[in-house]
């Protein structure tokens, strides 16, 4: 097998030898190990083992030494996934292929805190939900919304390939909103059935969350008053941004889907991001406190 020194995790580059917890999306979530070797996509070796679109990284889960009670935990977890009886020891746990997307590195983090990750389940959970993507949906609307977001973003970086230098450096703030409102999105661990359902209408849910953060991020500190702000106005937000059509394949009813009278043209993304530094400097000037003299 290729090794390769290292590859991007869903938190982090890693290494053979480091530490690994697996991410809330895939059959061994939750679980501590260690890098055995990464095999580069494309290679013969990697071909050999999987098809997959990703480097290979070979994890061993039973590096760590795990307690009674996590053990138990980790037998009835796989025993329901094997629909019968299985013990620690007859799982193959020793030599697991992950996708790195799958996987956060821990490794530079005190030992005392791998420990006690690997000692509960609940400590591990707790952990990989403050990262994008090693959040577990809990529904399929929630898996749906995930994916729409990471498509979004797929989108929105191919549309950045095509911008000039000079037009990147401008669209650095909105670059920055972007990637703000998709780890905020991503982070989210439940939501309200009538928020899935709203965000769902919308083809690009990330562009929504992204365009109103951008606006009021220059005077707001936190971007959760943003989205009390959309939440608070969602008639706007829907007559203002593209909607799914009705051919009806987010899965979403099409009762749930509100009449529209009109969706207003929007700028393409490039244009808005050429404007996108004029228009954040005219909303600060307009929200800056005017003296006295202006008041009268």
């Known amino acids: 097998m290729i090794l ?27 679980l501590l190990g260690t890098v055995t070797e990464i095999v580069k996509r494309g290679t013969p070796e990697h071909a050999a ?19 009674t009670e996590r053990i138990n935990e980790i037998e009835a977890h796989f025993s329901d996934l094997y629909d019968e009886s299985k013990t620690f020891d007859e799982l193959p746990l020793d030599n697991v292929i992950m996708a790195p997307k799958m996987l956060i590195s821990i490794t530079n983090l005190e030992q005392d805190e791998i420990t ?19 959040i577990e949906p809990h529904t399929p609307e929630h898996a749906m919304l995930f994916n729409r977001l990471e498509k979004n973003l797929s989108d929105y970086h191919d549309t950045l390939m095509t911008l000039s230098k000079h037009e ?6 909105k ?5 703000d409102a998709y780890r905020y999105l991503t982070m989210i661990n439940h939501y309200d059935d ?18 109103n953060w951008h606006e009021r991020r220059s005077y ?16 706007y937000f829907l ?58």
């Open 4 to 30: 390769i020194n290292t590859v991007k995790t869903i938190y982090g580059d890693v290494s053979t030898g480091d530490w690994v917890i697996s991410a809330g999306n895939n059959d061994y979530k939750y």
């Open 49 to 67: 083992e999987t098809d997959n679109d990703t480097d290979n990284i070979h994890v061993d889960f039973t590096a760590f030494n795990y307690p």
């Open 116 to 134: 006690r990750m690997g000692n509960l389940r609940d400590n591990c959970e707790s952990f990989c939900s403050c990262f994008p993507g090693g």
């Open 168 to 173: 990147l450096i401008e669209a650095a703030d």
């Open 175 to 179: 670059i920055t909103a972007v990637s």
């Open 194 to 211: 009538d928020e899935l359902d709203f965000f769902l209408q919308f083809k690009d849910p990330l562009e929504v969350v992204a365009d």
């Open 220 to 235: 707001l500190d936190d971007l959760c008053f943003a989205m009390d702000y959309i939440n608070d106005h969602r008639d």
């Open 239 to 296: 007559k203002d941004y593209p909607l799914v059509g009705d051919d009806n394949s987010t899965g979403i009813p099409k009762e749930k889907t509100p009449e529209v009278p009109e969706i207003k043209t929007k700028q393409s993304l490039i244009n808005k991001l050429k404007a996108a530094g004029e228009k954040a400097k005219e909303v600060q000037n307009n929200n800056k406190p005017r003296n006295r003299g202006e008041r009268e």
